[in-house]
Each structure stands twice: as C-alpha cells, then as structure tokens.
Nanobody, 112 residues
Framework: QVQLVESGGGLVQAGGSLTLSCARS????????MGWYRQAPGKQREWVAI???????NYADSVKGRFTISRDNAKNTMYLQMNSLKPEDTAVYYC??????WGGGTQVTVSS
C-alpha cells in the first residue's frame, strides 16, 4: 500500500521561498502521475502542479513561473520549489498520486 508524507512547510514572508517534499513508500508502480494540491481556509482544494513518471509537468496559472515541481524516482520523492511566495499561497499543501492517494498535508503560511 502506497503512503505519501509531506514535509517542508512553514512560515515565510512574502517574496520568500520554500521547498516542499513528498516521500513515497510502498509498492513501486510504473506510469504514475504525482501532483501537488492545496487548500486554503474556507476554500476548496485546488490543483497546483502535476508531474508524470517521465518528468512532464503542468502548472496552475496562479503558480506558473513561480513554482517548480520535480521528482527523484530513485528516491521515491517529489518536490515543490516555491519562489516569490504571496500571502494568497497560504494553504495546506497535499501531495497526490494518480489522483487517488493523498498525503496528510503540510501547512504553508505566507505573511505580508
């Protein structure tokens, strides 16, 4: 059974940077798509970025040019490099595999 555990969240000032990690354990599957999502207080969970097994990426317009998703398949780990952070990026960030499996989330708070 696959488990996903996020880390790297915290408090940062606007304009700052954070790097989130998602460690994956369990059965190794081929062709998986992994992604980052976020949920702000009082709002629905939204998609942030996805990456395929071969490294093809796609981003939500709100983070394009500021966030970079990557993965290290040998380490079973996915990352989200977040630059130029804005207060509206404040949310709990979740990693996901194949649109089915979720991690427990990590809090990111951006102060103005």
């Amino acid at each position: 059974q696959v488990q996903l555990v996020e880390s790297g969240g915290g408090l940062v000032q606007a304009g700052g940077s954070l790097t989130l990690s998602c460690a994956r354990s369990g059965n190794i599957s081929s062709g998986n798509i992994m992604g980052w999502y976020r949920q702000a207080p009082g709002k629905q969970r939204e998609w942030v970025a996805i990456i395929t097994m071969r490294g093809r990426t796609n981003y939500a317009d709100s983070v394009k040019g500021r966030f970079t998703i990557s993965r290290d398949n040998a380490k079973n780990t996915m990352y989200l490099q977040m630059n130029s952070l804005k207060p509206e990026d404040t949310a709990v960030y979740y990693c996901n595999e194949n649109f089915l499996i979720w991690g427990g989330g990590t809090q990111v708070t951006v102060s103005s």
